[in-house]
């Protein structure tokens, strides 16, 4: 695996500490923040009530070495060990519930986010590495909260607890408690130092695993179509092997630290009972005392273990939580300004005055472009590929704001409008149909989600897709599959269509609508185009010139900058950039009487 493969998935410039992580996790619980107190203050009581229960096994042990009465202290004992059970399970109970439901919440929360950052951060990281922030994000917020509310509290105020009250039996003994827990921080702080860069590469090759494993799947037919299934899998397993080359390391400085951990757990353990020995054979010391911390030990210990565990896992966690919050940290780039105001009703006018966007440093991108599209008109964007098509259309969508320049709708810049109104004006029709994998009745209603079956089934019929529907098993119900792969090239795009004459807006965008299909279909899908671009105001981008030769105008791209505008007859009469496309397609000029028809092919000579 390469370094430059490697950096796919960055961290953070600035990592956040285990100890930030670990805080603003905590912070995300801040709508039940009074529950989340109550499992704290829950935690302190058990703390209290585990720590009293080695004082009390110590009285009784004293109690019975003196021949006293011990029934009161066993039995304030067995109080208090079943309150503790009982509070035990609430506490348990309720931080369960609590984890689960703020799980749902960031999962919802994260989700919105991902589906509303900008197409070049899921370009960027590809869609297995979104969906690896997203689920394992998640989920190890879920193992963070659960452990912190329902057992890592408890431990952590039973050991603050636990210092002073044995120091006020005998500071000695104390003080061999005090190292163990000192002992515990710096092992685990040497460990986690040693770690911290091997889990960062951990975490680098578990998301290019999920990456890879993703674009595989959603290409299978590539995969089997040129026989990669083995060369797939070899790079999968190479990608493994490298995982494991970083995970091995990382794994052996925690055996080494649960094995030190171990150690120390047990000269504890022999250091008590032979101070305690000394001491007790000193007069200084009775033998319920030294039971008492025999049994702090044992719980220390025990606190310091879950401590340790959880330590272990938030750092293990760590690269994952940094990605998840890098996520909810991701600025929406097309957000809502502050005040925007609903787009007023649109008639369809749309201007592009001076508007420039550049991508980084390199040259692609769209500059001074300016143009009027009156309502109603049709309007063609062609060039070479790059030349800044999709840019303008990317733009009239706010899914990229202009550097320069204003684009405006019935004279309202859309910069200072809220998204959904301009969105909600705009229908497009991708070169992908972009299917879900839901029925087909579904995939329609998303250009409106409340339409009833007579307005899907009419806006079907315009686009020629009722009578395929129809054939299909159970109709409007049938389930087309992961991208419509149950569905020809043809009957997506009319699906497509179909959606967008449902929702009926008054802007459309047509995105290389007829690409990639035979004759015969692309005549049905023009038809169908033609039906919806009536009374609308339409953009067409087209490397086909035979679907622009109806358009109002055709505006020319190269590098970015509009070479040239005008009807397809007259740009094919010049001399420009379109005549040369037009003779390099091997289109002739439309017929000029009659109906305006598709340029044809010529045949050779």
Known sequence: MTSQTMSSAPLPAVPLTLVQIYKRALGLLAPEKYLA??????????????????????????????????FGFIGLWAALGLFS???????????????HRQKLVQLSDVFERAIALPQNYHAERGSGAVIRMILSGTSSLFWLWLGAMRDQLTALFGIILLIPTALSMDYRMALILLAAAVAYTLMNVFV?????????????YETQLSSRVVDVIGNVMVVQSYARMQAEAGALRKIMHDLLRAQYPVLSWWGILAVLQRAAATLTMVTVFIVGAILSKRGELSVGEIVSFVAFASLLIGKLDQLSGFVVR?????????????LMDESVASADPPGAKPLPPVQGEVRFDNVSFAY????????????????????????????????AIALLQRFRTPQNGVIAIDGTPIAGVTLQSLRQSIAVVFQDAGLFNRSIGENIRIGKPDATDAEVERAARLAEAHEFISQKPGGYDFMIGERGASLSGGERQRISIARAILKDAPILILDEATSALDAETEAKIKRALDTLREGRTTFVIAHRLSTVANADEILVLDHGRIVERGTFQGLADGTGLFARLVAEGGFTVPKTTGDAEAPQMETPA
């Open 37 to 70: 107190m109550a499992l704290a203050f829950a935690g302190v009581v058990i703390a209290a009530i585990q720590l009293a229960e080695p004082v009390l096994f110590g009285r009784v042990v004293d109690a019975l070495s003196k021949g006293d009465d011990a």
């Open 85 to 99: 059970i009982l509070a035990g399970v609430v506490v348990a109970t309720y931080a369960d519930r609590l984890a």
């Open 192 to 204: 986690m130092r040693k770690t911290s860069e091997g889990q960062a590469a951990v975490e680098t």
């Open 314 to 326: 938030v750092h293990q966690q760590a690269p994952t939580l940094r990605l998840l919050f890098g």
């Open 360 to 391: 980084g440093r390199g040259p692609q991108g769209i500059y001074d472009v300016s143009f009027t599209a009156k309502a109603g008109q049709t309007i063609a964007l062609v060039g070479p590929t790059g030349a800044g098509k999709s840019t």
